[in-house]
């Protein structure tokens, strides 16, 4: 099975850094995706790893530690608009990909 | 606009009535997947399908049956509807070939109220 645990929500001011950790257990492991969705829209696909370390792009970065079944994403530089849920989602044998409920990150002013 | 397309965008219905909601998945992809989310809830998977025959299951009810036609586009058929069924219903296709990560590709969703 897979299981996925992620903050439910956090709050950070615009034009922080805020760090949204993931841990994950999967049965066998092809690599981890995270989503970014909006209320009520699709989500749409941010980052990938399959092997570990950093992975940067632009404001947002992953990192992912296979041993540890630990990721984060890293948003820098937040701006307003970065209000939405954060979706880390393992993908495990036959490529099944499993998405955790999410992390609701706030950015004030 | 993820080049996913879903009808209807809204649908309300009552109980115990039968649904099909539709998609069509990007130029190219051939598979497609379902997913359920009810409010606060995390995406939960449905189906899978590739190129017209059925290649995963997970949590879908036995009310619920899906299919992909030679064209590749899915319908989702959710019958005997319950108030517990109201959630937002995406469909999915995969990105692949060179230079993918085989992400999926979300459609906008179509919002199923039951009344």
């Known amino acids: 099975g897979q299981n996925i645990d992620q903050p439910t929500e956090m709050t950070a001011t615009e034009g922080a850094i805020v760090q949204i950790n993931c841990t994950y257990q999967t049965s066998g492991f092809n690599g981890l995706f995270w989503y970014q969705q909006h209320a009520g829209e699709a989500p749409t696909f941010l980052s990938y790893n399959v092997l570990d370390g950093l992975e940067e792009k632009g404001r947002f970065s992953s990192f992912l530690s296979r041993s540890k079944g630990y990721s984060y994403l890293l948003l820098k530089e937040l701006q307003m608009k970065d209000s939405a849920s954060y979706l880390c989602?393992?993908?495990?044998?036959?490529?099944?990909?499993?998405f955790g409920i999410g992390t609701k990150l706030q950015v004030i002013p | 606009d993820s080049g996913v397309t879903q009808t209807p965008k809204h649908l309300i219905t009552a109980t115990g009535q039968r649904v099909t909601l539709r998609c069509s998945p990007r130029s190219g992809d051939l598979s497609v997947y379902w997913y359920q989310q009810s409010l606060d809830q995390g995406l939960q998977f449905l189906i899978q399908?590739?190129?017209?025959?059925?290649?995963a299951k997970g949590n879908i009810l036995e009310r619920f049956s899906a299919q992909q036609f030679p064209d590749l586009h899915s319908e989702l058929n959710l019958s005997s509807l319950e108030l517990g069924d109201s959630a937002l219903y995406f469909c999915?296709?995969?990105?692949?070939?060179?230079?993918?990560?085989?992400?999926?590709?979300f459609g906008p969703g179509t919002r199923l109220t039951v009344l």
């Open positions: 999915a296709s995969l990105a692949g070939g060179k230079g993918s990560y085989n992400e999926q590709f």
């Open positions: 399908y590739y190129n017209g025959e059925e290649r």
């Open positions: 989602a393992p993908r495990g044998g036959y490529q099944k990909v499993t």
